[in-house]
């Protein structure tokens, strides 16, 4: 989502004149787009922060401190504010998510020999109008952040109070700019949200065409799941309606989608993406923990029952499905048996991918306010190992099955560890998987590009990577 929303600054910026520039010691604006999800994140930034300075304190031409801002945006911004222009006279001017076509203004400030910030959250900002500048970019995977915001309030998370409510973006706004990506050649979209799912264009006309699929206008979560916001009732179009019409866009174009929260699947959503083959068959399913009484304390919305059943259908409606999620560790009054129900979870669903951590408290939460933050450090960190030896002994297990097996992937690029001497290309499958080979000198390897689809087959597994081999190039 940080790299997405760069992608909107650096198109605001250019509209003002500015342009990028490699090197941070040639800058005379320096931004940091930030994250406060964890404490972690925030110290990283800090230090950034603090190298900054003594970069500019250092720099051979003397004139350049003056001449230098340094600005932090996003998430950190939103919750700390002026604390950041308070200390050690690191940052000239803050900007919050949602103020970032106010950053020149800021800038202007700043020119002036102030300090600036404007940390406003907005009820509509969606920044549909502003086409990111994808300076990153391979020319072959974009991301589109399609809805901002959460409404959620899980009793442990900072978002909702850095991100503001949820808004989406219109789908035509959204589909036109799929297609213009199309008529670039890009393969792959990644559509964006804090809760990617929950996406919901309010000002669709029923009248305009919806996805078949909808069993009736209005919402539908995955039965067993709670939306804390009743405000979910109501006309437009809803996230399976743009997933239908943005699949339709090209066919070459592999759809895939991030971060979802489980309430927001209904099965009509995972029967669309089984039937259409470029909706990507891999998804996240965020589930924090394995325990209900720990789910409760959270409020997920969802006991571990919900979330199995969940799994287990989506399993069955999309065959070869990869799944991934997240975990927290620790939480307020964990208890040793509840952190073994999050390591039976680990057990019964052989995630292929996991973000795990340990719980750190985050300002305005529900669980700051109202629960003790009382797992001592040693115990959450061997509970955060035993839950990264379950997950990883099980990711390597499941991967066994993968030898043998053919999939189709899409070529990103030479791997990092490519040499002129020994050439390898990687790509991923639409389940998510890393694949890697070896570019031979015959006729196939030779013609394979990034951006191509080849057939390959899996020679070797390992839980990070499948090493393959290409058998067939498919848009020749
Ligand atoms: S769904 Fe919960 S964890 Fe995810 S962003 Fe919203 S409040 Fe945070």
């Known amino acids: 989502m940080n790299s997405s929303d760069s992608e909107i600054v650096a198109s605001i910026m250019q509209s003002s004149g500015y342009h990028r520039v490699e090197q941070p010691e040639n800058a005379n604006v320096l931004m940091f787009n930030t994250c406060a999800v964890r404490e972690n994140a925030e110290q990283k930034v800090w230090e950034r922060l603090k190298k900054i300075k003594s970069m500019l304190d250092h720099h051979p031409d003397r004139r350049w401190r003056q001449r230098a801002s340094v600005g932090v945006l996003g998430c950190m911004a939103e919750r700390l504010k002026k604390k950041l222009l308070e200390t050690d006279r690191l940052v000239d001017f803050v900007a919050g998510p949602d103020?970032?076509?106010?950053?020149?203004?800021?800038?202007?400030?700043?020119?002036?020999?102030?300090?600036?910030?404007?940390?406003?959250?907005?009820?509509?900002?969606?920044?549909?109008?502003?086409?990111?500048?994808r300076y990153d970019g391979n020319g072959i995977s974009a991301y589109i952040s399609i809805m901002r915001g959460c409404n959620n309030m899980c009793s442990y998370c900072v978002v909702p109070f850095t991100r503001g409510r949820e808004r989406s973006r219109t789908l035509e706004s959204i589909v036109n700019e799929v297609k213009d990506l199309s008529a670039k050649g890009y393969r792959e979209i990644t559509l964006l949200g804090q809760n990617v799912n929950s996406y919901w264009d309010q000002t669709f006309s029923e009248g305009s065409v919806l996805c078949p699929k909808r069993i009736r206008a209005g919402y539908v979560s995955y039965p067993g799941f709670n939306n804390i916001y009743k405000s979910r009732h109501g006309s437009g179009a809803r996230f399976i309606d743009l997933l239908d019409q943005v699949s339709a866009v090209d066919s070459r174009i592999r759809i895939r989608f991030t971060s979802p929260h489980p309430k927001d699947f209904p099965p009509q959503l995972l029967q669309l993406i089984a039937e259409r083959p470029n909706l990507c068959k891999s998804l996240h399913m965020p589930a924090q923990s394995g325990s209900t009484s720990v789910l409760a304390r959270m409020r997920r919305g969802y006991t571990r029952e919900a979330y199995m059943q969940l799994i287990e259908e989506a399993q069955k409606t999309i065959p070869g499905l990869s799944i991934s999620t997240d975990i927290i560790t620790g939480?307020?009054?964990?208890?040793?048996?509840?952190?073994?129900?999050?390591?039976?979870?680990?057990?019964?669903?052989?995630?292929?991918?996991?973000?795990?951590?340990?719980?750190?408290?985050?300002?305005?939460?529900?669980?700051?306010h109202n629960m003790p933050d009382d797992v001592p450090q040693e115990i959450k960190s061997r509970r955060l190992q035993e839950i990264i030896d379950t997950f990883r002994k099980n990711a390597a297990e499941s991967c066994l099955n993968e030898l043998g097996k053919e999939h189709v992937v899409l070529i990103d690029g030479p791997s990092k560890r490519s040499s002129p001497e020994m050439p390898q290309l990687v790509g991923?499958?639409?389940?998510?998987?890393?694949?890697?080979?070896?570019?031979?000198?015959?006729?196939?390897?030779?013609?394979?590009?990034?951006?191509?689809?080849?057939?390959?087959?899996?020679?070797?597994?390992?839980?990070?990577?499948l090493k393959v081999q290409p058998l067939t190039k498919l848009n020749a």
Request: proline share 3%; with cysteine.
């Open 428 to 465: 991923r499958t639409c389940t998510n998987k890393l694949c890697v080979w070896d570019v031979k000198s015959d006729e196939l390897n030779l013609s394979l590009a990034p951006g191509d689809y080849v057939k390959v087959k899996v020679l070797d597994a390992n839980a990070a990577t």
């Open 99 to 133: 103020a970032y076509r106010d950053i020149p203004n800021l800038l202007n400030t700043v020119e002036s020999g102030q300090k600036a910030m404007n940390v406003q959250l907005s009820l509509d900002e969606t920044y549909a109008d502003v086409a990111p500048v």
């Open 331 to 368: 939480f307020c009054g964990e208890t040793e048996e509840e952190h073994q129900e999050t390591l039976s979870l680990l057990e019964e669903v052989k995630f292929y991918q996991a973000f795990m951590y340990a719980y750190s408290e985050r300002s305005h939460t529900h669980a700051k």
